[in-house]
């Protein structure tokens, strides 16, 4: 069975040989590869390069094609740093007053910002992997997107304003998240036909520890539910699948996001998993939750197995894939990822019922 076989299978509920294994580790791979982070995600051909290297190395099922946050904001004439060898910086908002989100015009994601970086990787990578592996691609989501153009504290101040009634943004925030949010299905609809398996929609700053539940299903969860409802006839053309990321611990909005229809839940480490599955089940498929920055980064392989199969015994049976609960720390041992994906290859059916296919 291929990886992205494999990936397929467990989104669906249908039978695999092992556990997928997919940590999200799109900057661990390119330094892993011994290449630059600037190179990459200012160049395709770089970011193919270093992708390859390292799926050589790890033979991982997913292939992560993202290296910053940035590439969607940047078409829109957000300005961004570009160090050498560092995450970009963003260094001002183009959004001061409600007003000027009226200004902005629609982009076009395979020409404007570094968009087309990316989606030019994803079909490098895929021409090379084929189906030996499944293709993640990026996109940052409508709340997260006018988060980099307004400023997040400037956009919670609008969002507050409105529910006292001290002012009303409304018209301007719908246009703003509207705009993310039809960016982001041009981009993800570009990366299906590069090519990828996995499209995202990551709303980081949609995370509980930002705003409250009530905050997310009113600005975020409609614009949210509208990309994978309409990119679900497109996956389907592409068997492809869509995947929703919010960092931190959302339990409250689990049954949220059941209701975005996407088909893959990332769990991230500050969440129980156990929980994730009593309140999700098999609703949708569930991504996680080993922690980035605590025993894959700082334990021993020995004690990265141990937290591996603690995951596969919570999640398994069901719609699961073993992943982190956010981005591989660039900082992990080597040794560290051979024994993630090792442990899964090695949890066999006899001993924990996983479905091997006749």
């Not at 940590?23 to 390859?52: D, H, R, T, V």
């Not at 309409?230 to 995947?243: E, G, I, S, T």
């Amino acid at each position: 069975m291929t990886g992205r076989q494999r990936i397929l299978n467990s989104v669906r509920g249908l039978p695999v040989d092992y556990p997928a294994a997919a940590p999200y580790m799109g900057n661990f791979a390119i330094k892993a590869a011994e290449m630059s982070l600037s190179a990459c995600y200012m160049n395709s051909e770089n970011m193919i390069k270093a992708q390859m290297a390292a799926w050589k190395i790890f033979q991982q099922d997913v292939i992560v094609v993202q290296s910053d946050n940035y590439y969607m904001a940047e078409a829109f004439s957000a300005p961004v740093a570009h160090d050498e060898d560092t995450m970009p910086r963003l260094l001002d908002t183009v959004i001061k007053n409600p007003e000027d989100i009226g200004k902005l015009k629609p982009v076009d994601p395979k020409k404007d910002g570094r968009m087309p970086v990316y989606i030019e990787a994803i079909a490098g990578i895929r021409a090379k992997v084929g189906d030996k592996a499944a293709v993640r691609g990026c996109g940052t989501g409508p709340f997260v997107f006018a988060g980099h153009l307004c400023g997040i504290e400037r956009l919670l101040l609008w969002m507050a304003e409105t529910d006292m009634k001290l002012a009303d943004h409304s018209e301007a925030l719908d246009r703003i998240f509207t705009l993310g949010l039809e960016t982001l299905i041009g981009f993800a609809t570009a990366q299906l036909e590069a090519g990828a398996t996995i499209i995202q929609l990551a709303d980081s700053l949609a995370s509980l520890q930002v705003i409250s539940p009530e905050m997310y299903r009113k600005y975020v969860f409609p614009y949210e539910r509208e990309f994978f409802q309409r990119m679900k006839p497109v996956c389907a053309q592409h068997d492809a699948v869509a995947l929703l990321h919010i960092c931190g611990n959302n339990t409250q909005v689990f049954e949220d996001y059941v209701g975005t229809e996407a088909d893959i839940i990332v769990i991230d480490h500050a969440a129980s998993l156990a929980e994730a599955k009593r309140v999700i089940g098999d609703r949708a498929a569930l991504i996680g939750n080993l922690n980035p920055s605590g025993t894959l980064l700082f334990g021993t392989p020995e004690e990265v197995g141990t937290e591996v199969r603690d995951c596969l015994d919570t999640a398994l049976p069901g719609k699961y894939i073993l992943g982190t609960g956010c981005e591989v720390s660039m900082r992990t041992p080597i040794e560290n990822m051979h024994a993630v994906l090792q442990t899964a290859r090695d949890y066999t059916a006899r001993n924990y019922n996983v479905s091997r296919p006749e």
